[in-house]
């Protein structure tokens, strides 16, 4: 009943195969509507020619189970539609319920998702998607392909001048209906954590980390100096960075401060270094299951399952598939 995903259409052309032909790559639209098929730019300034996006409404429907047959054939266009419709109401709106991505077709079923407040801006997607993120998460193996979200200056490709390249960034999204493939992976809590497994030493991180690391590095230091008097300045240095990269690590590094929750993180730089170390490591990408963002407010740290892709931008981007790839038919129970 839940081998939704074991046959695929070979007869039948795809958004994905009519883009791939006329040399586009996938993209997400600027309203949030699915995707778009555009010309790579061969700079980042360059204007996006959209070669043809896909239509923004579905079928319209009083029936409920036809409306979320409807939705998941259109979400994943390889699809048999007989496959949907061998599953009943409740079995479908489990499945429905559970996705992370809500496209925001006219007649699209009802959910009851909590949507996303404002103060969540490091998401950055269009105002027609509810992304929804759950954390609990242990990564996906080796070869894995992986439904992602991509959102960046316009939505377009994911163009990246090359002595800047810190990886293209995704963030891993049940419901997207867009898939990446994970290659050789790396998995960590966060991006510190991913550096410590690519044994980087921790004087390089911090010689890597921005501002706000250092800031709450001397607080730390400040703290360990009133406590233990007897410490040289050196000594209270190194013990300070090793309790700052150890809490970091453990998904810890946030403090209260004027009632607000802090987070504090690596910044470019070290984006940058950890591209770099897990690149000459032999990984194709790295998947962050709980990085916390950068940000103060009283509601809470802000986190998400972030995929780093570390091939070059046009190659990720030109990766994605749209038809539900081979390699990933499965249970879908264990995905969703």
Request: glycine share 6%.
């Amino acid at each position: 009943m839940y081998q939704l995903y074991t046959k695929m259409k070979q007869n039948i052309e795809t958004f994905d195969t009519k883009c791939r032909e006329k040399d586009g790559t996938l993209q997400w639209s600027e309203d949030g509507i699915m995707t778009a098929c555009v010309m790579p730019r061969e700079k980042y300034e360059d204007p996006t020619v959209v070669l043809f996006q896909a239509k923004e409404s579905l079928p319209l429907t009083k029936n409920v189970k036809q409306s979320y047959v409807e939705y998941f054939s259109r979400v994943y266009p390889s699809s048999y539609k007989s496959l949907w419709n061998k599953l009943n109401v409740d079995e479908l709106r489990k499945l429905y319920e559970n996705l992370e991505i809500w496209y925001n077709y006219s007649d699209h079923p009802p959910g009851k998702q909590e949507i996303r407040s404002a103060f969540k801006p490091f998401y950055r997607v269009p105002e027609k998607v509810n992304l929804q993120q759950y954390t609990d998460r242990r990564g996906f193996p080796n070869e894995s392909w992986v439904e992602v979200f991509h959102s960046g200056h316009m939505n377009t490709d994911f163009y990246i001048p090359s002595e800047m390249f810190a990886g293209t960034f995704y963030y891993a999204a049940r419901g997207s209906g867009v898939f990446l493939p994970m290659g050789k992976t790396l998995i960590a809590l966060n991006k510190v954590a991913a550096l410590k497994k690519l044994k980087v030493p921790n004087d390089v991180i911090k010689q890597n980390a921005g501002k706000a690391f250092l800031r709450w590095l001397a607080r730390e230091e400040k703290k360990i100096a009133k406590e233990q008097p007897s410490l040289s300045p050196t000594e209270v240095q190194t013990i300070a960075l090793d309790n700052q990269i150890k809490a970091m690590v453990a998904g810890k590094n946030k403090t209260a401060s004027d009632d607000k929750l802090c987070y504090y993180g690596l910044g470019d730089t070290g984006d940058r270094l950890l591209a770099l170390a897990a690149v000459q490591a032999g990984y194709d990408t790295i998947q962050l299951i709980h990085e916390a963002q950068l940000g103060c407010d009283k509601r809470g740290v802000l986190v998400g399952f972030e995929i780093i892709d570390l091939r070059n931008p046009l190659v990720s981007a030109q990766s994605l598939r749209m038809a539900v790839p081979k390699e990933y038919v499965t249970d879908p129970k264990g995905y969703y």
